[in-house]
T-cell receptor, first 114, second 109 residues
Framework: DVKVTQSSRYLVKRTGEKVFLECVQDMDHENMFWYRQDPGLGLRLIYFSYDVKMKEKGDIPEGYSVSREKKERFSLILESASTNQTSMYLC?????????????FGPGTRLLVL | GQQLNQSPQSMFIQEGEDVSMNCTSSSIFNTWLWYKQEPGEGPVLLIALYKAGELTSNGRLTAQFGITRKDSFLNISASIPSDVGIYFCAGQLGNQFYFGTGTSLTVIP
């Protein structure tokens, strides 16, 4: 069964703190993605990774960085959290090639920055 | 980034009614996906479509990949209260996915 897990369901942080959001998938997927979801704006891509140690900027990378040291784990880092980064963060993964092109999501991390 | 036009934005229906929603794009997609998201949860995949013209069912849900590859629709038949949630379409272009803004469905018992 497909599984994408995220380290926290809810997080409360203060402005200026460094925040780590972790995502793990157990499907041996090459591609992993980080999105944020805000009311009225839908899902917006922050960063994605084709494979281990590879990363590409998405539509809104400013204020974020990522790390992909192992295939199963993709971390999103907020170097200095700001209130406008309060959002729902969703991780997703999929196979790079082959017939199964479907993208699977984790349960989400709801982040509040005070 | 690209966004898909999804309609309607919201629907309020009586239990037992059928529901239809659709997504359109100015770009041609290789894959169309439909997800359902409940409050506080991540999107859950409902149906995946890989070929133009493909019609696929999952229980009471039916989705089609438009012939032009620029649109897709999702139908839910005989709605029940647990169908409540936000339904998203997603289209794949290259290595990226682009999402509709969602259709919020409320089912009145």
């Amino acid at each position: 069964d497909v599984k994408v897990t995220q380290s926290s369901r809810y997080l409360v942080k203060r402005t200026g703190e460094k925040v780590f959001l972790e995502c793990v998938q157990d499907m041996d997927h090459e591609n992993m993605f980080w999105y944020r979801q805000d009311p009225g704006l839908g899902l917006r891509l922050i960063y994605f990774s084709y494979d281990v140690k590879m990363k590409e900027k998405g539509d809104i990378p400013e204020g974020y960085s990522v790390s992909r040291e192992k295939k199963e784990r993709f971390s999103l880092i907020l170097e200095s959290a700001s209130t406008n980064q309060t959002s729902m963060y969703l991780c997703a993964s999929r196979h790079r090639t082959g017939g199964e092109k479907t993208q699977y999501f984790g349960p989400g991390t709801r982040l509040l920055v005070l | 980034g690209q966004q898909l036009n999804q309609s309607p934005q919201s629907m309020f229906i009586q239990e037992g009614e059928d529901v239809s929603m659709n997504c359109t794009s100015s770009s041609i997609f290789n894959t169309w996906l439909w997800y359902k998201q409940e409050p506080g949860e991540g999107p859950v995949l409902l149906i995946a479509l890989y070929k133009a013209g493909e019609l696929t069912s999952n229980g009471r849900l039916t989705a089609q990949f438009g012939i032009t590859r620029k649109d897709s629709f999702l139908n839910i038949s005989a709605s029940i209260p647990s169908d409540v949630g936000i339904y998203f379409c997603a289209g794949q272009l290259g290595n990226q996915f682009y999402f509709g803004t969602g259709t919020s469905l409320t089912v009145i018992p």
